[in-house]
């Protein structure tokens, strides 16, 4: 039999008010109580915790539905307030409304009155029928229509034009001079020079057809406005507010149970001083106490009103509080959700797994599961599965009747469990090698931040991934931890692997260029041995190309037997490879149907066109394999060859200081040359400069060319040989700067691309004289990281440092926002079929995705391809 | 090693969310790039590039930080140096306080501007400009030398509620303040722009100047309409419209990738400058703008302004047809984007 799982599909939800009477309706007690728990520690009926609520206590029973604490949902009860309460959030519908409505006759306002002959004229105009159905067009041109949200804002300005005009208006219907309403915020709302109180309000609300109701935006039916003022109010179930149970023993009461409390004791305050007849002065005093009290229950960091504290001077945290913000219900529980079945450790990286696959450690895989449906192919495997008791094992068996059983520990009732075994039953056992999972680093900031790996369980704690795969995660090894999660059905693991799995994203949707390519010292190792005077001997040729998966010896190339490193690389290269490029070292590099003719491997060889062509054409799974075989051959070469860096690799010659300290020399003179011409006044300004500016500029520019002029300095002293230029200028790693900082001078440090000038006045540090502006005292450091800094350098590093890391922190935090925004913005725009852009409404958006309906990812390559973006059109 | 040979389709799949992936394409680089200010010698210091910027943009902000026009001439024009020059020289506004130095005498309620010779000279302002531009603050002024004294004009009566004309005596005050006025006062120029400066390029010289006012540095004859360009969008999109406003957009948003050398595809870009407008008006990505415009009122309050959202959803009884992402995503449900808008329903065919 197959179980058709019946999966309810919701529709839609409907917003409302609740009237008093469905809130007493609904209400499983009335709470009178303003405490909790008697004596004895049962809950007080009547009281905030109520058994008729819901029960949060283990042993007891829900008095309204008769469940325990996990089968109970709760059930609402209610308070009856002894006056009306404001609702603070509705204050503003509450005062909108008053303001459209007569205070005699209750009917809609307008503005002018419209003279007759004027709707008729309208009515032509429009051709509509005579009587205007709830016209928008005539009331809503004159009064302030509240009708949706976004108007909201529009209504407030709307409604102000009305008060600049003093001139007394009068109701068109009744002729009633109109007093003047104001709301004083957050609840108080005043008719002329009066406080209204709240009966009167509701009265003045009550009174108002439904039809007019209509004309405002509500809809009488689920939304009137005198429910906005609050007779019977809603008292949340427990498990709502549980209370929880310190070491102690004491119990400790949920913020809003507090609340609700405070509310009760008022409002019963109210009612004893109303019976006894205090005076009205009393009676107001605790009406607005209670409407405090309210106000702060649904919102306790309302405008103008002081937080509700706790005894320890903590505010509460009440209703809004916990929908609000990143922390809220919203944010916090409903767009973000917790899931089962994802384990997350440090990882490290293993250069001898695919770059498809991730590894597991044991621990993990034995604690994961993923589902298997027995069938009759695979039902002897499942009994293995069972009857294992060790790693690869089963853990649950579901019965074809929906029971969960656990597998067994012991041999008998395995054996037992294996004959029971039938086919349509599912197993959850732990999983292997080959399966399935997401892999992800946070912040997920862009696709490629989750990928698809194969699982590949290896001893160990941490994850493991190829090294290859860091740049799209944006990973590194310092520390960082990822996520794993194994998928549960099959319909996600096939969709993950057609459409997550990390060799389909070779290419970013940002731009359609690698991202995933062979790096660092993949591209040394390359260069190495693609190198011209890279030749291996038969035996090192073989080694190489066993790693690769190539057991057959193609023909020497080299006499003696002996193979190039072109001959070995270009066994990698499928036929229908072709490059002709300048490498980064001005060498021209040439690929011809697959053989490396000519040239070095350097990093543009590997980024560019020869990784993105092979994608296109070849395939993910080829380029997958390329890049595998490629970096581990690399990585061999490399390792044949060697690559270290040194002190000695950083330290410049006699001759190569000299020339160095020539140039650092002729700086400060010409420098100290400007700031005299500047002193005298006889620098020409620069056009809209000031005379500052320009020899700031000046200076600078003197700057940027001594440390280009010392770079090439040492650029030739350290020669090409040197492994650090070397790197430098493949690609590999490290630039040009690093090796200049570290053998021969800092140079100029700045903080907002300004030379330093700040510190003391007129100077950076008390140790010079006010006003200097020559480069040793402005930021200009001529020590090398090798010679080390002097104290005032080490300063100016630090200073241009700082500000680097201010920056970082500042921009991560602004650039967050900004893509928070432009993804809510843009989540849900999605190409149809007919490649138009709609949005959640279908509106469109774009007629064609791009103007030319091409993927992003292939844009670039679509000449590759014999296809015809047109024709694609046309025939789809 | 035979791997089978599969090609890929250049064709965007059907229900991919684009959007999303735009959003993060943009989204993304924007860890990556700087903060620095950029400079345009002469015209304006500081302009936003980068990271701010990009936020500018995607604000759709009534003006930005740093507003900056590029006046392209008339070819007749755009040769010569010297007439660009003479162009910029027109489009750059002078104010009185730059040619003049205004005093007020609040003894005897007069103001007196003094006209610097060398100031003037170096803007090609004359005596008789200052002139002009003073007369309608005055109702009488006196002139000696490069001294001009000012009577100053009484305020316009005000009309008060019953409809009747209050005259207004001139008092201290009001001579102050119209000092003040008086020193900001346009002498030369166009309004809004400042600091023309002629620049080269390709196709000859045209004129670059701080401030967005398109439609006063039209009025110049020696203009060329049809090639004048603001970083200012929401200006074009007043003068020329809604589609050069989208034009504005992608290239501003390019230039700010270009510039930090972050290679984005331009199909991201154009998207989302769609997104922003084609609703007829250029609308900001956030609450303000289409964010604040979404139909669901879960996906709103998810956003930001929770409270508001679901208090107007319920006064006004509200439907959320849970049509959006992340509204299905708060009730649990499978999103409307991609393979999860897909219905398929395999048939399950009995063995044997």
């Known amino acids: 039999m197959i179980m058709i799982e019946v999966k309810k599909v919701m529709d839609k939800l409907k917003f409302s008010l609740f009237s008093p009477d469905m809130i007493r309706k609904m209400s499983a007690a009335k709470i009178t109580v303003p405490d909790t728990y008697d004596d004895d520690g049962y809950p007080i009926d009547g009281g905030l915790v109520d058994t008729k609520l819901g029960v949060v206590d283990p042993g007891l029973r829900c008095k309204t539905c008769g469940g325990r604490v996990k089968e109970c949902p709760g059930h609402f009860g209610h308070i009856d307030l002894v006056r009306p309460i404001m609702h603070v959030e509705f204050a503003k519908h509450i005062y909108y409304v008053l303001k459209s409505t007569c205070p005699s006759c209750y009917k809609l306002l307008s503005r002018k009155p419209v003279p007759v002959k004027e709707i008729e004229a309208i009515e032509k105009i429009e051709e509509k029928p005579a009587v205007p159905a709830p016209g928008k067009e005539i009331i809503g041109s004159v009064v302030p229509v509240l009708e949706s949200t976004a108007a909201a804002a529009e209504v407030e300005i709307k409604a102000k034009k009305p008060k600049k005009e003093k001139s007394v208006r009068k109701c068109n219907h009744c002729g009633v001079e109109l007093p003047e309403i104001k709301l004083l915020k957050p609840t108080t709302i005043y008719k002329d020079k009066d406080m209204m109180l709240p009966t009167d309000i509701r009265d003045w609300l009550a009174s108002i057809n439904d039809n007019d109701l209509r004309e405002l935006g509500f ?6 406005p005198e429910w906005m003022v609050i007779t019977a109010l809603p008292v949340p179930p427990v498990n709502v507010r549980p209370s929880i149970t310190l070491e102690t023993g004491e119990r400790s009461e949920d913020d809003l149970t507090h609340k609700l409390v405070d509310i009760i004791r008022i409002n019963q305050k109210l009612d004893a001083n109303i019976n006894a007849g205090a005076p009205q002065l009393i009676i107001e005093d605790l009406w607005e106490l209670l409407q405090y009290h309210v106000t702060t229950y649904f919102d306790n960091e309302t405008a103008n009103i002081p937080p509700a504290r706790h005894r320890s001077g903590r505010p509460l945290k009440t209703l809004a509080q916990r929908l609000k913000g990143k922390e809220g219900r919203f944010r916090y529980n409903l767009s973000g959700k917790r899931v089962n079945f994802s384990a997350r450790t440090v990882i490290s990286p293993d250069p001898r797994i695919s770059l498809d696959q991730v590894g597991v450690p044991i621990s993990i895989a034995e604690e994961l599961t993923v589902p298997v449906h027995v069938t009759d192919w695979n039902i002897e495997f499942c009994k293995k599965l069972i009857l294992s008791d060790s790693y690869p094992q089963a853990v649950y068996i579901i019965r074809p009747d929906a029971k969960r059983i656990k597998v067994g520990d012991t041999p008998e009732m395995k054996k037992e469990q294996v004959e029971a075994l039938k086919v349509g039953s599912i197993l959850e056992r732990q999983i292997m090698d080959g399966d399935i999972s997401l892999f992800n680093r946070q912040p997920s900031l862009h ?3 989750m990928m698809a790996h194969e699982v590949k369980v290896l001893p160990g704690k941490t994850f493991r991934l190829n090294p290859v795969t860091v740049s799209p995660y944006n990973a590194d090894f310092d520390g960082d931890e990822m996520n794993l999660h194994i998928m549960q059905t099959e319909e996600a693991q096939a969709e993950a692997r057609y459409l997550m799995k990390v060799d389909k994203q070779l290419l970013s949707p940002r731009h359609g260029h690698a991202i995933i390519k062979p790096q660092e010292d993949h591209v040394s190792g390359l260069y190495f041995m693609t190198h011209d005077d890279a030749v291996f001997t038969k035996e090192e040729a073989a080694s190489m190309l066993y790693l690769i998966g190539i057991t057959e010896l193609p023909a020497s190339d080299v006499a003696g037997g002996k193979y190039s490193g072109k001959l070995l690389f270009s066994q990698l290269l499928p036929p229908t490879a072709n490059l002709r490029t300048i490498s980064k070292l001005g060498q021209e590099i040439v690929i011809k149907n697959g053989k490396l003719l000519k040239g070095a491997v350097e990093s543009k060889v590997m980024e560019g066109e020869l990784l993105e062509n092979m994608f296109v054409t070849e395939g993910s799974e080829f380029t997958k394999n390329f890049i595998d075989r490629a970096t581990r051959i690399a990585l061999e070469a490399l390792s044949m060859h060697g690559l270290s860096v040194s002190l000695k690799d950083y330290t410049i010659s006699e001759n190569g200081m000299g020339k160095a300290r ?12 400007l700031v005299m011409q500047y002193r005298s006044r006889s620098l020409e300004r620069a056009p809209g400069m000031s005379l500052k500016e320009t020899l700031e500029g000046l200076i600078v520019e003197i700057t940027t060319k001594t440390r280009e002029d010392v770079g090439k300095v040492v650029e030739h002293d350290l020669g090409i040989e040197n492994p650090s230029i070397i790197m430098a200028k493949i690609g590999a790693r490290g630039s040009l700067l690093n090796a200049i900082q570290m053998s021969a001078l800092v140079a100029q440090q700045t903080v907002r691309s300004k030379r330093l000038a700040r510190g003391y006045k007129g100077r950076i540090l008390p140790y010079f004289k006010a006003g200097a502006l020559t480069a040793l005292e402005r930021g200009f450091v001529y020590s090398s990281f090798h010679k ?42 999605v190409v149809f079929d007919d490649m138009t852009v709609r949005n959640a409404d279908m509106s469109i958006i774009q007629f064609v995705y791009g103007g030319d309906a091409k993927d992003p990812m292939f844009a670039s390559k679509a000449a590759l391809l014999d296809v015809t973006k047109q024709d694609d059109i046309d025939t789809a | 090693m035979m791997t089978t040979v599969k090609k890929q389709n250049v064709m965007i799949p059907p229900y991919e969310a684009v959007g999303v992936i735009c959003a993060q394409s943009i989204g993304e680089p924007g860890t990556q790039m700087t903060m620095r200010t950029f400079h345009y010698a002469g015209v304006a210091e500081h302009v936003p590039t980068g990271l701010p910027r990009l936020i500018e943009i995607v604000d759709a902000k009534k003006e930005p930080k740093k507003a900056i026009i590029d006046v392209h001439l008339k070819s007749a024009y755009a040769k010569s140096p010297t007439e660009a020059e003479k162009v910029a020289k027109e489009l750059a506004s002078i104010f009185v306080r730059d040619v003049a130095r205004v005093e007020d005498d609040l003894e005897t309620l007069t103001i007196e501007a003094t006209f610097s010779e060398k100031d003037g000279k170096g803007q090609s302002v004359t005596f008789n400009m200052l002139k002009k531009a003073l007369e309608p603050f005055c109702s009488e002024m006196k002139v000696s030398e490069n001294k001009i004294t000012l009577y100053p004009a009484k305020e316009k009566p005000k009309e008060t509620k019953a409809g009747e004309k209050k ?5 201290a005050k009001y001579v102050r303040r119209l000092t003040q006025k008086i020193r900001e006062a346009i002498v030369k120029g166009v309004r809004g722009i400042s600091r023309a400066v002629v620049v080269k390029d390709e196709d000859g010289y045209f004129v670059r100047a701080g401030g967005f006012n398109i439609v006063g540095a039209c009025l110049n004859p020696a203009v060329d309409v049809k090639r004048i360009y603001t970083n200012n969008i929401k200006e074009i999109e007043r003068v020329y419209g809604i589609e050069a406003a989208r034009k504005a957009i992608i290239k501003e948003t390019r230039d700010v990738l270009e510039m930090q050398k972050l290679a984005v595809d331009i199909r991201h870009i154009m998207l989302i400058a769609d997104a922003m407008t084609y609703s007829g008006t250029v609308k900001s990505i956030g609450r303000h703008g289409l964010s604040g415009e979404k139909v ?6 998810a956003f930001e302004e929770t409270i508001k959202h679901l208090i107007n959803a319920s006064a006004f009884a509200e439907e959320e047809k849970l049509i959006g992402v992340t509204e299905n995503i708060i009730v649990g449900q499978t999103v409307p984007v991609g393979t999860g808008k897909i219905r398929l329903v395999m048939k399950h065919r009995k063995k044997g």
């Open chain 1, 219 to 224: 809809d009488p039916v689920y939304s009137r």
């Open chain 1, 447 to 449: 696709r490629v931040s």
């Open chain 1, 662 to 673: 020539e140039i650092t020399n002729k700086m400060s003179r010409e420098v100290d040359n």
């Open chain 1, 788 to 829: 080390g800094l002097a104290p005032y350098e080490f300063l100016y590093h630090a200073m241009g440092g700082r500000e680097a890391l201010v920056n970082t922190a500042i921009r991560t935090a602004r650039s967050g926002y900004m893509q928070r925004r432009l993804i809510n913005a843009l989540q849900d725009l």
């Open chain 2, 167 to 171: 005259e207004k005596k001139i008092t």
């Open chain 2, 296 to 301: 669901g009122v879960l996906g709103r309050a």
